[in-house]
């Protein structure tokens, strides 16, 4: 390298460090931890405290029209490692049943999952039901109907993409359903996982620019979809030409920002875990949630 080129590179790095010594990255490494500490504190203030937590009580035992979105993976039941084991216990049931059985309440389970398996674990329950993030809804006491007609010949071309990435990735598979592809890596090394799904994530929304298809990421898992469908165009249809005097909406992921985005004033929403989000709440973890549900299902009409 010329002695010319040399000179020259070591001066814009003698200019860095003069503008960029210890102590300047001492404060800004300061800054960024009271930043975090910042940002905890801004969502611990958004977790249901006691006196909204009576609020919301009172205001289900006050109403006459309830309806109740529950979002289940990660809401109701835990995340399992491998998804097809994550049935719903007999406590679980229980508690939908008893919510189900009070003639003010529409409890509608709101899913990514597939409407056969939503079938299977909560059809002997008098609910409703929204599967594949509101491809398929099924009202109380009605069939399964898709929200909206749309095309899936679009697998064709992604699936061999979600493919690839699973041969990458040990631990991770590929789920279709009706109307969507998952790719999920919730088995997988967490280090590795982090660097392949950030890969997949930009190599679909490369691939799906211009196209009738939209990349959803969640915390273990990456969906391709067609836009249009998602679980506030479900909840609208739900809502419409209905009057409820109590809504609640409870779900833990991106895909439920969808659902609280569309909740009309004065509805209550309740993120799981310690996140941005729309909903007005948050709780920890699924078994805060289970037990507010079971608190609610204590109350009495005044």
């Given at each position: ?8 590179r ?13 102590i300047?990255?001492?404060q ?9 500490k910042?940002?905890q504190?801004?969502f ?18 006050a ?21 097809e ?39 002997s ?27 899936s010949?679009?697998?064709e ?8 990435h ?25 280090e590795?996982a ?40 479900a909840?609208?249809?739900l ?9 609640l ?15 009309p ?26 037990q ?9 009409k005044?």
């Open positions: 390298m010329p002695e010319e080129e040399q000179a020259r070591n001066q814009v790095m003698q200019s860095r460090l003069e503008r960029y010594d210890v300047h990255w001492g800004e490494f300061v800054g960024e931890l009271f930043s975090v910042e940002q504190r801004q611990s203030a958004r977790l249901m405290d006691r006196p909204s937590r009576e609020k919301l009580i009172k205001d289900y035992a109403s006459q029209r309830r309806i109740l979105f529950l979002d289940y993976d990660g809401t109701l039941s835990p995340f399992k490692e491998h998804p084991t994550a049935v719903p216990g007999a406590i679980l049931i229980a508690l939908l049943t008893t919510l189900s059985e009070d003639p003010r309440n529409n409890l509608v389970i709101v899913s990514g999952r597939h409407r056969v398996l939503l079938q299977r674990w909560f059809g329950l008098n609910i409703g039901m929204v599967a594949e993030h509101g491809a398929w809804i099924k009202e109380k006491e009605k069939d399964w109907v898709p929200a909206v007609k749309v095309e010949n679009w697998k071309k992604v699936l061999p993409i979600l493919r690839s699973e041969d990458r990735l040990p631990g991770s598979f590929t789920e279709e359903k009706e109307f969507s592809l998952v790719w999920n890596f919730r088995s997988a090394d967490p590795l982090s660097v392949r799904s950030k890969q997949l994530a930009d190599e679909l929304s490369y691939s799906s620019e211009n196209t009738e298809l939209q990349v959803l990421q969640a915390s273990k898992s990456i969906e391709v979809r067609n836009i249009g469908i998602d679980k506030g165009m909840a609208k249809l809502l419409a030409d209905k009057t409820f005097d109590f809504v909406a409870v779900g833990d992921d991106q895909a439920d920002e969808d659902l609280f985005k569309v909740l004033e004065g509805s209550y929403s309740i993120k799981v875990g310690l996140s941005k989000s729309y909903a007005k709440f948050n709780l920890r973890n699924h078994r805060e949630v289970v507010l549900l079971t608190d609610l299902t204590k109350t009495v005044p």
